[in-house]
């Protein structure tokens, strides 16, 4: 049996997210590549993902496993499954990876990004891709309040309340925001993370970006551990999973 | 009776096209402006546009104008407008304009943006909005061709030939390629544009770029006036119209 690892990318839009729902026919992307996998390989396949995205959510770099008696070398493996797959998935990348590789748990350190369109004017091309804020973001205070992230804290005040987590400690490697003509992004790497937890991060930082906050409010925010303190939580299409980095450099 | 032009923006994708086709049920930018106009003003209204786009063909900064009697001022109108236009279609800016102003007649300059996605792997993301060119491009040397397009000349041979136009002979002030990360883009301004005629131009520079054509055929390919010497017709959705100059600054 091998074990073959994905990298893909895929435009979240018209998903219900990246997890199969059973007993419902929700178009999910964890489904959409399980039937491109049986076109291909004729098996029952199933594809273990490093993480769910929620829906709307994008994903540059989301990495995926499964288990397959398949012929098909590695190397033809993207073009063979781009042609069975909808245009709003590509896989970038496949290997075989050992049989005990696992794309959930073997997960060390992932990066999101959420994109956010800063100008007066909406654009219609980003209304998937990012989220409208109108009025004009201090990017310098924001910078300082990413920082106050960094580092290992329990993040419940961070997380939405319905999650079955136990453990709420999560260390943020870098949070950093930059600016680049009308687009804000904030891309944040970290160990793992809680549920909506880098949406709250982001509205937060805008509450802070358009002076509603201060960037010295962060470090109580996360010893209070109570969510309704924290900003709103922003839109998903915004959202991208960026990429995800295994042990040994996988 | 009011003359108003307005700025817009937008995603082509499921559009056939700016102009309204008459007798079919077809969705144009035209028509779809002319009903959200009908909406907010109570009035048959005609808009007229800078230009044509064609179907999967984008803008940034399209230029319209009618006559209207309504009495809503003019910086209330993107908003008003936008509140009854889907979201694919955006407008920027409203403001009274002379009677006289005639958006496709008095426009002196265009600028028309075609991106390429010039990277081994399809991105989802750029699927409707760039064209993807999966073997490296060779920016220096298309430059060099960019370059040979400037001036007035006779572009005879990169028009479609189904065109009722008789003068070929068109202005172009500048024509640059620059690449950012995967994306190439190539911005021509003009005095104004012979159908297909960026998309021609664009298939010919990237010839240039896989290395299949020398920059310097470009003067040749001018002077031969034979559409079939010059390169493919590249897809509609890497063509934004970028903007349009009116005299005066307008």
Known sequence: MRNIKLVLAYDGTNYHGFQKQNN??????????????????????????????????????QVVNFLSHTTIPPERFPLALNSVLPSDIVVWEAEDVPQEFHARFDAVKKTYRYTIYNDRHLSPFWRYFAYHVP???????????????????DFRGFCAKDTAVKDFVRTIYTCQVEK????????????????????????????????????????????????????????????????????NGN
């Open 24 to 61: 419902t026919r929700l178009k999910t992307i964890q489904g959409t590549l399980e039937d491109a996998l049986r076109v291909l390989t004729k098996e029952e396949v199933k594809v273990i993902g490093s993480g769910r995205t929620d829906a709307g959510v994008h994903a540059q770099g």
């Open 135 to 153: 009025v004009p973001l201090d990017i310098e205070r924001m910078s300082v309040a990413a920082r106050e992230f960094q580092g290992t804290h």
């Open 180 to 247: 680049e003509g009308p687009l804000v992004t904030i891309t944040v790497t970290g160990d793992g993370f809680l549920y909506n937890m880098v949406r709250i991060m982001t509205g937060t930082l805008i509450e802070v970006g358009l002076g509603k906050r201060r960037p010295e409010e962060i470090p109580g925010l996360l010893a209070a551990k109570e969510r309704k303190l924290a900003g709103a939580t922003v839109p998903p299409q915004g959202l991208c999973l960026w990429s995800v980095e295994y042990k």
